[in-house]
């Protein structure tokens, strides 16, 4: 794999989409997160810039375009640098 992806689930921890790196691979285990509109099951699929996640959390829909792969998870300042929010109603924060 080269250093422009990254497992989806890690990729999910460090954006802060999921509490736990064991509750994102979860997430993507139990059918909640598609991959560019095609669901996905295996949390070790390579995720990059440009791929567009539809995930279904408990109380929303969120969709994220992946701007990078993570290097660590850090705050909210560091993790939004990770993607672009394209959820309708959902403002980015700069």
């Known amino acids: 794999m ?3 992806r990254q497992r989806l689930d890690k990729w999910l921890w460090f954006a802060r ?3 736990t790196r064991s509750l994102a691979a979860r ?3 139990e059918g909640h997160v598609r991959l560019n509109a095609k669901r996905i099951e295996t949390p ?3 995720v990059g810039p440009g ?5 279904a959390l408990e109380q929303q829909v969120r969709i994220l375009k992946v701007l990078a792969p993570g290097t660590r998870r850090g705050g909210y300042p560091e993790a939004k640098l990770l993607f ?3 959820t309708p109603g ?3 924060l700069e």
């Open 2 to 4: 080269d250093d422009e």
């Open 17 to 19: 989409v999921a509490k």
């Open 27 to 29: 997430l993507v285990v």
């Open 44 to 46: 070790a699929k390579p």
């Open 51 to 55: 791929d567009v996640l539809t995930i």
């Open 84 to 86: 672009d929010e394209l």
């Open 90 to 92: 959902v403002q980015r």
